[in-house]
């Protein structure tokens, strides 16, 4: 069995080598690819730019997003994703640091499917991330693909 891609969009090298080992501890097996701003991340979404080469139906099991990032924001990923047929369904859970309510309020308006404040404690941190990868990986039933 093989196990999809888990894609984490976050810019703080240091919120992502945090997500990363939780999500390892809690054992599972699916590969992590981190990209460092939504610019990347759509184009691994959408198989274009350095990506051009992935096969466009791979897509992720998860994606996190932070929504603070450089060259294309958060919302904006969503918003893309969801617009795109073949990406609406993906499980997009926001991962932030913003305490702003109306980004969240924004998230859901835009389809996110979560939305989770990174705690600044590093194991209530390491718990959530692990937690998160949990559920949505092997509680979750996920939506089918069209």
Known sequence: MTHKAILLVEDNPDDALLTTLALKESNLCNEIVHVQDGAE????????GKYADRDP???????????????????????????EPRT?????????TSKEEQDLMNSYDLG???YVRKPVD????????????????????PAPMK
Not at 57 to 81: S, Y
Not at 88 to 96: G, I, W
């Open 57 to 83: 139906t791979d897509l992720p099991a998860l994606i996190l997003l932070d929504l603070n990032m450089p060259k294309v924001g958060g919302l904006e990923v969503l918003k893309q994703t969801r617009a």
């Open 88 to 96: 609406r369904r993906l499980p997009v859970v926001v991962l932030t």
């Open 122 to 141: 590093f194991d209530q941190f390491t718990e959530a991330a692990r937690s998160l990868g949990m559920y949505w990986l092997l509680l979750n039933e």
């Open 112 to 114: 996110a499917n979560s």
């Open 41 to 48: 991340a759509l184009d691994y979404l959408f198989a274009r």
